[in-house]
């Protein structure tokens, strides 16, 4: 079974950095295109943050393009999000998605809070 565990949430002013990472672990097969969404306050659906496919490449929601940054360790099917420049808007919990394997099944992690104060 696989598991996705985000880490490195937490409260942070206005301006300042995060650093989350989401470890995967439980699966024989290789993961595929991984990424970030976060649910905010009141919201009830999740917002695309960022993606990073096998091969490196990504893309980002309009609204952290230029201050976060999406990586990925292959070797540890690990993912990270660098994030600058936080803004009391950016406070969701993050969640960590992976497609993984030939049938591109999709898993979920149960999130990590950032809370941003201005």
């Known amino acids: 079974q696989v598991q996705l565990v985000e880490s490195g949430g937490g409260l942070v002013q206005g301006g300042g950095s995060l650093r989350l990472t989401c470890a995967s672990s439980?699966?024989?097969?290789?993961?595929?295109?991984m990424a970030w969404y976060r649910q905010a306050p009141g919201k009830q659906s999740r917002e695309f943050v960022a993606?990073?496919?096998?091969?490196?490449?990504?893309n980002y929601a309009d609204s952290v393009k230029d201050r976060f940054t999406i990586s990925r360790d292959n070797a540890k099917n690990t993912i990270y999000l660098q994030m600058n420049s936080l803004k009391p808007e950016d406070t969701a919990v993050y969640y960590c998605?992976?497609?993984?394997?030939?049938?591109?099944?999709?898993?979920w992690g149960q999130g990590t809070q950032v809370t941003v104060s201005s």
């Open positions: 998605y992976a497609n993984v394997g030939p049938s591109g099944t999709r898993y």
């Open positions: 439980g699966s024989a097969f290789s993961f595929n295109a």
């Open positions: 993606v990073i496919t096998t091969g490196g490449n990504t």
